[in-house]
């Protein structure tokens, strides 16, 4: 691995998703996929299984909030930094089908101080808007990567 100063801002975002993918055993056994990642950036799938249905037979919302909050969260530690969920809320659109496979895009809106805001779109196959997830991000002490004095 090269020295942190040697790094561009993609390769950390890269090895700060990677850190964090070894040890999340949720988004890994949800099936879901990083598609993509960058600096404030993420894009994470996952298909809808019956496991994941609800009483009305589409996909429960718990299971979409999930994979906007996965992609929350490696959009927000994409900088070398620790960072949690602080507030998120989401609105959901349109509902999602078992076989779906649903794709959530988050992009930084704002970062500044230990605070950060993160908008995560969450569509299906068809490109059809499913739900509108909002985060709020808080640095906390850590880097993902080792930060030479």
């Given at each position: 691995m090269k020295d942190m100063a040697e790094m561009t801002?993609?390769?950390?975002a890269r090895a700060c998703?990677?850190?964090?993918?070894?040890?999340?055993?949720?988004?890994?056994?949800l099936g879901m996929e990083l598609e993509h990642i960058a600096p404030g950036e993420a894009r994470l799938a996952m298909t809808v299984t019956d496991a994941m249905s609800n009483g009305h037979g589409n996909c429960h919302g718990g299971f979409i909030f999930t994979l906007g909050d996965s992609a929350f969260?490696?959009?927000?530690?994409?900088?070398?930094?620790?960072?949690?969920?602080?507030h998120c809320s989401i609105t959901y659109i349109a509902p999602?089908?078992?076989?779906?496979?649903?794709?959530a895009t988050a992009t930084e809106l704002s970062r500044q101080?230990?605070?950060?805001?993160?908008?995560?779109?969450i569509?299906?196959?068809?490109?059809?808007h499913i739900a509108e997830f909002r985060g709020h991000s808080r640095v906390v002490k850590g880097s993902h990567l080792p930060v030479e004095a």
């Open positions: 801002a993609q390769e950390i998703a990677d850190a964090m993918w070894n040890n999340d055993s949720t988004s890994q056994r969260a490696f959009a927000c530690n994409s900088h070398n930094q620790v960072v949690v969920g602080q999602a089908r078992i076989g779906d496979r649903l794709v101080g230990r605070s950060g805001i993160y908008d995560i779109r569509t299906n196959q068809h490109g059809q």
